[in-house]
C-alpha cells in the first residue's frame, strides 16, 4: 500500500536516536511485528532512494473531539546515519510523508505459554517492540538489550511497561552487564535449560552471534535483517542475503525486502558473511 | 480534445509511449498492485540469460547525489523459469511486455532470441549489450561497433519479433554504435543503459559496492542521456527509445522533443512505483492543455 503520512511527532529519544509518529491507514493496524515500511523522506531528488524502516509500533488514537473519527498510527524508531535519516529528523510535525508498505514478511509468534527471548542491538529495537506487544499476550517475555553505551540501549521503559523482563548490556559498562548482550542470553538460556526461542535484530555480528547460540544449544532462532535496497518489492535485487546452501556455483540468494527481513536463522549462511 | 498518445517501435503499437525499464520492474507482476499495467505502454522484463544467474555479492547498490549505482550482475532465474513462472502472469496483461536478455557469445544471443520468439505471450525482443556490471554480460558487445553488430544480426535472424537494441552510453561514439545495430538489422534502440561509476567510503578507505564499480541511473544522468538520444535519434531511421534519469512527465516529454519516439522509466519506479502511470497520464495532460492532437508531433520536434 502506498499513502501520504503526516507526522505527528518526531522526537530525539536518545542521542542520535529519533522515534517518529504519523498518521496511518486502518490498513496499516494489520501490519505483522517484523515488516518495515519505505519513507521518501521528501518529494525532491535528494534524497532519491526511500529509506527502510521496521515498524515500531502501530495503534490507534482516541478521537480528538467527540464524533471525530479515531486515528490510526503508524510509528518508527531510527538512528541518524547519513542524509536521509539526518532530513528525517528535522521534519516536524503536521509534516507529510510518502509511505509504502507494510512491506516483507514479519516474525512467526510460536506456540503460546514458551518462553520468548528478544534480542535486540541498537536501533534493532526497532521492529521489536511491536513483537514484545504481540508475545506478552501469551507468552513470558525477556528483552535482552545491548549497545556500545547507554545511549544506545532504547525504549526499555516502554518494554518493561508490557510486563516484558529486560536485560541490558553495553560495551562500555554505562548500563547493565558490562559485555556483549549475547553473554546474558546465554545466562539466561543456561539457567532454563535452553528452553523458548529466539527473536533477534541489530547489527550482523550480533545476528551471528545469536545464530550462532541458536544453533549450538538447538533454540529456534529468527532474525530480521538490514539490507540496502531501492524498492522494497523485489524489484531492484540490491538486498539480497545467503541461504545456507549457497556458493558460487549453486547460488542462493534471498530478497530481504520479500523473503525477510524476518529469516529463521538456520535458513541463512553465516560463515564468511 | 483527448490527445492521441499511441506510438509505433517496429511493428509493436503502443498505447502510450512510456515504458518500464528493465530490472526496475521485476517481471512486471511485483508492481501489479501499485500500477495500473494497463495504463502503461509496455514493461521490461529483468534481463534474461540461458541459465540462472546469482549475480554479484553485497553490497550492490548504493545511492549518489541525484541517482544510484547498481552492481546488481544480471542476477535472474534464467529463461526456464521464466517460460514457466513468469509468463503466465504476462498473458493475463493487456500490455506489451518486452522481455530483455543476454548471453555470453553471439550463439546465446541467438538461442535466447529464438526462444523468446515462440513465446506468444512476448510481445517484443530487447536485447542487452551493455551491461556494465559483469565482464562478459554484453559490455564487451556493447562497446565495439563490430561485436555489436554480430550479435543483432545473429538475433535478427532468429526472431521475426520486434528487436531492440539496448545501448552502452560507456563509449567513445554512441552514433557509431546506434547505426551499426541499425545496419544489422535493429528495429529500435533504447538509449541508454547506465554509465560506469564509483562511490568510495572514506572512513573504510574502500568502495562501496562490492563489485566496486557500478551503473549510475536516476536523474543525475539525464541531461547525458538527453544528449544522447539527440545525437543518435539525428543518426538513425529507427525509433529511439529515450532513457535515464525520466522521473516525471516533462522529462518523458523533453526525451521525445530530443529524438525519441518512447521512453522508459527505471529508477522512479523504485521511487514511486506508480511512476510509469503517472508519468502516462501526466504527459497526456499537458498535451491536452496545450491543445497538442497527436504525441507524434513532438517526436524530434526540438527548435532551434
Known amino acids: 500500500m502506498q499513502f501520504k503520512a503526516m507526522i505527528l511527532d518526531n522526537a530525539e529519544v536518545s542521542p542520535g536516536y529519533w522515534r517518529m509518529r504519523m498518521t496511518a491507514p486502518a490498513e496499516m493496524l494489520e501490519a505483522k511485528p517484523g515488516q518495515f515500511v519505505m519513507v521518501r523522506v521528501n518529494p525532491s531528488i535528494d534524497p532519491l532512494i526511500r529509506r527502510p524502516f521496521g515498524v515500531f509500533d502501530v495503534g490507534t488514537l482516541q478521537p480528538a473531539f467527540t464524533g471525530a473519527a479515531p486515528q490510526p498510527y503508524l510509528e518508527i524508531l531510527y538512528r541518524v546515519v547519513g542524509k536521509g535519516t539526518g532530513m528525517l529528523s528535522t521534519l516536524h510535525a503536521n509534516d507529510i510523508l510518502d509511505i509504502l508498505g507494510p512491506l516483507g514478511t514479519g516474525f512467526e509468534n510460536g506456540p503460546a505459554g514458551e518462553e520468548k527471548l528478544i534480542v535486540g542491538g541498537g536501533v534493532g529495537l526497532a521492529p521489536l517492540y511491536l513483537l514484545a506487544k504481540e508475545l506478552v499476550k501469551d507468552s513470558p517475555v525477556r528483552l535482552f538489550a545491548g549497545g556500545r553505551t547507554k545511549d544506545d540501549v532504547l525504549c526499555i521503559t516502554e518494554f518493561e511497561r508490557l510486563g516484558v523482563e529486560c536485560y541490558t548490556a553495553t560495551e562500555d559498562g554505562s548500563l547493565g552487564e558490562c559485555g556483549l548482550v549475547t553473554k546474558v542470553l546465554e545466562q539466561r538460556l543456561d539457567a532454563t535449560g535452553n528452553k523458548g ?65 524476518v529469516f529463521e536463522a538456520a535458513e541463512l549462511k553465516w560463515e564468511g558473511n | 480534445m483527448k490527445p492521441a498518445m499511441s506510438v509505433e517501435i517496429g511493428s509493436l503499437k503502443l498505447r502510450n509511449p512510456v515504458m518500464t525499464a528493465s530490472g526496475t520492474f521485476g517481471y512486471g507482476e511485483e508492481f501489479s498492485q501499485y500500477v495500473d499495467l494497463e495504463k502503461i505502454g509496455a514493461f521490461v522484463t529483468k534481463g534474461l540469460s540461458l541459465k540462472p544467474r546469482a549475480g554479484n555479492p553485497t553490497p550492490r547498490i548504493v545511492e549518489t547525489p541525484g541517482g544510484m549505482l547498481n552492481a546488481i550482475g544480471l542476477q535472474n532465474v534464467g529463461i526456464d523459469a521464466f517460460i514457466q513462472k513468469k509468463v503466465p502472469f504476462l498473458r493475463s496483461v493487456n500490455t506489451p511486455a518486452i522481455a530483455n536478455f543476454f548471453g555470453y557469445t553471439p550463439d546465446e544471443y541467438a538461442e535466447l532470441a529464438s526462444r523468446l520468439d515462440a ?20 559490455i564487451v558487445f556493447g562497446t565495439d561497433p563490430n561485436c555489436a553488430a554480430s550479435v543483432v544480426a545473429a538475433c535478427r535472424a532468429a526472431t521475426k519479433k520486434t528487436l531492440i537494441v539496448k545501448l552502452s552510453p560507456n563509449v567513445t561514439d554512441i552514433v557509431e554504435m546506434a547505426q551499426a545495430c541499425e545496419a544489422a538489422g535493429a528495429d529500435a534502440l533504447s538509449v541508454i543503459n547506465t554509465l560506469t561509476g564509483m562511490a568510495i567510503d572514506l572512513e573504510r578507505r574502500r568502495p562501496v559496492l562490492a563489485n566496486i564499480t557500478g551503473g549510475l541511473s536516476g536523474p543525475a544522468i539525464k541531461p547525458i542521456a538527453l544528449r544522447m538520444v ?44 506508480a511512476a510509469a502511470q503517472e508519468i502516462a497520464e501526466g504527459m497526456e495532460a499537458w498535451l491536452a492543455e496545450r491543445n497538442v492532437a497527436d504525441i507524434k508531433s513532438l517526436i524530434g520536434a526540438l527548435e532551434g
Open chain 2, 230 to 273: 539527440w545525437q543518435v535519434a539525428k543518426a538513425v531511421k529507427v525509433p529511439v527509445i529515450g532513457i535515464g534519469g525520466i522521473m516525471s512527465a516533462t522529462d518523458a516529454l523533453e526525451f521525445m522533443l530530443a529524438g525519441a519516439t518512447a521512453v522508459q522509466v527505471g529508477t522512479a519506479s523504485f521511487v514511486n512505483p
Open chain 1, 197 to 261: 526461542q529466539i527473536f533477534a535484530c541489530g547489527p550482523h555480528g550480533m545476528l551471528k552471534a545469536v545464530a550462532g547460540i541458536g544453533a549450538k544449544r538447538s533454540v529456534k532462532t529468527q532474525v530480521s535483517l538490514e539490507g540496502y535496497m531501492a524498492c522494497g518489492m523485489g524489484a531492484c535485487l540490491g538486498c539480497v542475503c545467503q541461504g545456507t546452501e549457497h556458493s558460487a556455483e549453486n547460488p542462493d540468494y534471498r530478497c530481504v525486502c520479500t523473503e525477510g527481513p
Open chain 2, 119 to 138: 513465446i506468444p505471450e512476448v510481445a517484443a525482443l530487447e536485447v542487452n549489450i551493455s551491461c556494465p556490471n559483469v565482464k562478459q554480460g554484453g
